[in-house]
């Protein structure tokens, strides 16, 4: 088959490689429909390299069709369409049941004391071949599948896989009270939608800053009050700003769906490009001691969210000596709440939302649709945010 492949930083290509198969008797093989370019796939493209392995395949936001299962998977069959969660989780486990599949306890990665296993995310979080391909196996598809029914296009279902729960958990954390505001830091594909979701659950305001103009432009025309980075000559001017439309108190919530590739902090940035270019048996040992995050993002929502405020926090973050302001947090009382998203936790929650009449705007939330052969000018459109790149699927 045809998949995307990791062959260093900023190098995918797409190769033939083995059809996956059927290994264990909880597996499945999905043919892959579209499967979409995450914001976080870019950390693998540029950042967490040290944790790559020339020839992984990447992706983690399948749709698609089951061509096979194994003979524990009792409730699906050939035919059946399926959008497949990012995460590997077993659904039986203490932690799976407890609403938390991204610790589940079966798929762990123990070896490197990380959480559930991914889809196409590093040996972090066990080297899974991804789903940017033209078949995916699917361990634990006892549980992670979510059934579709046929008849609406790919784009109606396929952001369950992530986007949309990844979106869905960031508000929930967040705590906005009912009529009460969230500013939310970055309007990518996530940052985005969690607007959406804020307007349709009750948020009275939502706060949209970037410096992107399309992405300010989507969310505006969505009833997004936006704020463009570009316009303010540092962040305690921009923080002055929502701050006068919020009674000078601070937004009650601050979403910070940016995470470690903030614009400014240019001296983590030297350091995480300094780890990125080391060879991966130096790389990676210091990423996993010394790393250090961009933390622009962070220290901005710290400072913006009222007194007694919530920051949730949905960017990718992967820093171990990361300087946090522990002073302020506790002194503002506020509360933090992060983590990958617990896909099947809030599929049953969000799939209402997803009918003809579509309030979360799905069917048109792609702005570009490419074959996979395409996928590494894909890769640095959206890196470089051309084109008015904010989200990608791409077609096998």
Same mark, same amino acid.
């Given at each position: 088959m045809r998949a995307v492949t990791w062959q260093g930083k900023r190098d995918v290509r797409v190769e033939t490689v083995p059809d996956p198969g059927i290994q264990e008797p909880t597996d499945a093989v999905v043919r892959i429909t579209?499967?979409?370019?995450?914001?976080?796939d870019l950390h693998l493209y540029e950042v967490l390299t040290p944790f790559m392995t020339p020839g992984d395949i990447l992706g983690h936001e399948p749709i698609g069709v089951v061509e096979e299962v194994g003979a524990g998977v009792p409730d699906l069959q050939?035919?059946?369409r399926v959008v497949v969660p990012f995460q590997i989780a077993c659904g039986n486990c203490w932690m799976c049941l407890t609403g938390l599949p991204t610790q589940c306890e079966t798929t762990q990665v123990t070896g490197e004391g990380m959480g559930a296993a991914l889809f196409g995310y590093t040996r972090l979080?066990?080297?899974?071949?991804?789903? +940017? !391909?033209?078949? $995916?196996?699917?361990?634990q598809a006892q549980f992670g599948p979510i059934k579709i029914p046929d008849g609406p296009a790919d784009d109606r279902f396929v952001y369950l896989s992530d986007v949309l729960p990844t979106a869905w958990q960031a508000v929930r954390y967040a705590e906005v009270p009912e009529g009460g505001s969230v500013a939310v830091l970055g309007l990518g594909?996530?940052?985005?939608?969690?607007?959406r979701v804020a307007r349709v659950t009750g948020a009275e305001r939502v706060f949209g800053v970037d410096l992107v103009p399309e992405r300010l432009r989507r969310a505006?025309?969505?009833?997004?009050?936006?704020?463009?980075?570009?316009?303010?000559?540092?962040?305690?001017?921009?923080v002055a700003a929502i701050r006068d439309r919020t009674d000078g108190r601070g937004p009650d919530a601050v979403i910070d769906a940016v995470g470690t590739e903030a614009h400014g902090s240019a001296a983590a940035?030297?350091?995480? +490009? !300094?780890?990125? $270019?080391l060879?991966?048996?130096?790389?990676?040992?210091?990423a996993e001691r010394f790393s250090v995050d961009r933390l622009a993002a962070l220290y901005t929502a710290i400072d913006l969210v009222r007194r007694g405020g919530t920051i949730s926090l949905s960017g990718v973050y992967g820093g171990t000596a990361d300087p946090i302001p522990l002073l302020t947090l506790?002194?503002?009382?506020?509360?933090?709440?992060?983590?990958?998203?617990?896909?099947?936790r809030w599929t049953d929650d969000i799939l209402p939302y997803l009918t003809d009449e579509d309030p979360l705007g799905v069917d048109d939330f792609a702005t570009h649709r490419v074959p996979l052969s395409d996928a590494p000018h894909a890769y640095e459109m959206f890196q470089q945010k051309q084109d008015g790149a904010v989200k990608v699927l791409m077609k096998p």
């Amino acid at each position: 088959m045809r998949a995307v492949t990791w062959q260093g930083k900023r190098d995918v290509r797409v190769e033939t490689v083995p059809d996956p198969g059927i290994q264990e008797p909880t597996d499945a093989v999905v043919r892959i429909t579209s499967s979409g370019l995450c914001g976080s796939d870019l950390h693998l493209y540029e950042v967490l390299t040290p944790f790559m392995t020339p020839g992984d395949i990447l992706g983690h936001e399948p749709i698609g069709v089951v061509e096979e299962v194994g003979a524990g998977v009792p409730d699906l069959q050939a035919g059946d369409r399926v959008v497949v969660p990012f995460q590997i989780a077993c659904g039986n486990c203490w932690m799976c049941l407890t609403g938390l599949p991204t610790q589940c306890e079966t798929t762990q990665v123990t070896g490197e004391g990380m959480g559930a296993a991914l889809f196409g995310y590093t040996r972090l979080y066990g080297a899974v071949p991804g789903a +940017q !391909a033209e078949y $995916l196996r699917v361990p634990q598809a006892q549980f992670g599948p979510i059934k579709i029914p046929d008849g609406p296009a790919d784009d109606r279902f396929v952001y369950l896989s992530d986007v949309l729960p990844t979106a869905w958990q960031a508000v929930r954390y967040a705590e906005v009270p009912e009529g009460g505001s969230v500013a939310v830091l970055g309007l990518g594909p996530i940052g985005d939608m969690a607007c959406r979701v804020a307007r349709v659950t009750g948020a009275e305001r939502v706060f949209g800053v970037d410096l992107v103009p399309e992405r300010l432009r989507r969310a505006r025309d969505r009833g997004v009050e936006t704020f463009d980075l570009r316009s303010f000559d540092d962040e305690k001017e921009l923080v002055a700003a929502i701050r006068d439309r919020t009674d000078g108190r601070g937004p009650d919530a601050v979403i910070d769906a940016v995470g470690t590739e903030a614009h400014g902090s240019a001296a983590a940035r030297l350091a995480q +490009q !300094a780890s990125a $270019l080391l060879p991966r048996k130096l790389g990676a040992p210091l990423a996993e001691r010394f790393s250090v995050d961009r933390l622009a993002a962070l220290y901005t929502a710290i400072d913006l969210v009222r007194r007694g405020g919530t920051i949730s926090l949905s960017g990718v973050y992967g820093g171990t000596a990361d300087p946090i302001p522990l002073l302020t947090l506790f002194d503002k009382q506020i509360q933090i709440r992060m983590g990958q998203a617990n896909v099947r936790r809030w599929t049953d929650d969000i799939l209402p939302y997803l009918t003809d009449e579509d309030p979360l705007g799905v069917d048109d939330f792609a702005t570009h649709r490419v074959p996979l052969s395409d996928a590494p000018h894909a890769y640095e459109m959206f890196q470089q945010k051309q084109d008015g790149a904010v989200k990608v699927l791409m077609k096998p």
